[in-house]
């Protein structure tokens, strides 16, 4: 069984930094792209940033310059460094990767998601 497990999440001021972490764990072939979204109450998740397993990154226009993402592919963690944060990136934190659980991952990739984690922003 595949589990993400998030970590790093709490409260900071506006222009603090936090970084989380997340690793995955269990029995699995590969695991093509890690990322991270995030959602506030009454609003859909929403990407901040991806890694695939070569490097490439994307990220959400709020947040470049601000947000790096990276991923340590010998470890199956991700990480999201987050500078200047400011109160409007206050939100569930959830970590996401797409894993191919056997040596076959057109026919065997499954997304799978982290429980979440906290950020506040705030004075």
């Known amino acids: 069984q595949v589990q993400l497990m998030e970590s790093g999440g709490g409260l900071v001021q506006p222009g603090g930094s936090l970084t989380l972490s997340c690793a995955a764990s269990?029995?699995?072939?590969?695991?093509?792209?890690m990322g991270w979204y995030r959602q506030t109450p009454g609003k859909p998740r929403d990407l901040v940033a991806t890694?695939?397993?070569?490097?490439?990154?994307t990220y959400a226009d709020d947040v470049k310059g601000r947000f790096t993402i990276s991923r340590d592919n010998a470890k199956n963690t991700v990480y999201l460094q987050m500078n200047s944060l400011k109160p409007e990136d206050t939100a569930v934190y959830y970590c996401?990767?797409?894993?191919?659980?056997?040596?076959?991952?057109?026919?065997?990739?499954?997304?799978?998601w982290g429980q979440g984690t906290q950020v506040t922003v705030s004075s």
């Open positions: 890694v695939l397993s070569q490097g490439t990154t």
């Open positions: 269990g029995t699995f072939f590969s695991i093509a792209v």
């Open positions: 996401n990767a797409g894993i191919a659980t056997e040596n076959n991952p057109i026919r065997y990739s499954y997304n799978y």
